[in-house]
């Protein structure tokens, strides 16, 4: 299966950016799919997660309440919606898929960088 990620780009402080990861993994409604960032010299990290279903998300500390997390399990694609970004959301930012049993999925990643 294929992941990958678009909608990165430069912004400025404050403002909004949608990343999509379109996918073509099998059984993607069965899928739990999540969006990790990566800093400059940081480990990646998660930053929101969505359950097969859509009914539970989960965020880290650092963009709860600016980011929202959705899917589309008939486009098999999960979004991330970032609003009020700041200077230390920059980063490249992956999504992954996984379900038990079947393997790990990543995408390629995609740049983003806020600027002030």
């Known amino acids: 299966a294929q992941l990958m990620e678009v909608g990165g780009g430069l912004v400025q402080a404050g403002g909004s950016l949608r990343l999509s990861c379109v996918t073509s993994?099998?059984?993607?409604?069965?899928?739990?799919m999540s969006w990790y960032r990566q800093a400059p010299g940081k480990e990646r990290e998660l930053i929101a997660s969505?359950?097969?279903?859509?009914?539970?998300?989960n965020y880290g500390d650092s963009v709860q309440g600016r980011f929202i997390i959705s899917r589309d399990d008939a486009k098999k694609t999960v979004d991330l919606q970032m609003n009020s970004l700041k200077i230390e959301d920059t980063g490249v930012y992956y999504c992954?898929?996984?379900?038990?049993?079947?393997?790990?999925?990543w995408g390629q990643g995609t740049q983003v960088t806020v600027s002030s």
């Open positions: 992954k898929g996984n379900k038990m049993g079947r393997p790990v999925y």
């Open positions: 969505i359950r097969p279903g859509g009914g539970t998300t």
């Open positions: 993994i099998n059984t993607f409604s069965n899928f739990h």
